[in-house]
């Protein structure tokens, strides 16, 4: 008698990981749909890193990774596109800054995911925890890339295109320190999508006998 052998990748898995991409692509392609403003706060926050965190949380780090760069590579070709005419546009031409810290969302968000499931035993908990670690990550990866390669040209592309005066006393303070605020919008908004968009994916999935 053969032994079967189970696909790695099963039909649900490669399903997750094209709808999820084909959000991520959508809410790249819109600006309306992709960046939100925060009324009455003079801030904007995106949407796009959500689509990656319910992917890795469903379907495993794999299928988050991947759907990571599909949302890089989107970034990236929107920097030359839609973007382009943007002041900091230019950084995000660098795969280093546009796809490789959007890969690593979907691995960050599923192992946080787990080790906070398995701590405390709730897996809502580790759904926000998930959640949580997929936009820090998002954040500190592309800023990081972005004061690492290009502190200096960023900075005064920023400065030459604002308004005001701007007086510079710290690379890392000016890049890093203006967007504290949107992360915590970010990380709330990301909390409130997943939680529920996962929760119900699974019961749906349960009910269909799970994976």
Known sequence: MEKVIKPRISTRRIAV?????????????????????????????????????????LEG??????????FGLSSL????????????AFVFLNPLVSVMPRILIGIAAHYAYVSAKKLVNNRSAGIVVGAIAGTLTNTIGVLGMIYLLYAQQYVDAV????????VVTSLFAFIFGGVSVNV????????????????????????????
């Open 17 to 57: 990981a094209g709808v999820m991409s084909a959000f991520s692509i959508l809410l790249s392609l819109i600006p309306s749909l992709g960046y939100i403003p925060v009324p009455p706060l003079p801030i904007t926050i995106t949407t796009m890193h959500v689509p990656v965190i319910v992917a890795a949380i």
């Open 61 to 70: 780090p794999v299928v988050g990774a991947i759907v990571g760069m599909i």
């Open 77 to 88: 070709y929107t920097a030359a596109t839609i973007f382009a005419g943007l002041p900091t």
């Open 159 to 166: 400065v030459k295109s604002s308004d005001s005066s701007v």
């Open 184 to 211: 915590i919008f970010e990380i709330l908004l990301a909390a409130i999508v997943s939680l529920p968009v996962v929760t119900a994916l699974n019961r749906i999935y349960n009910g269909r006998g799970g994976k």
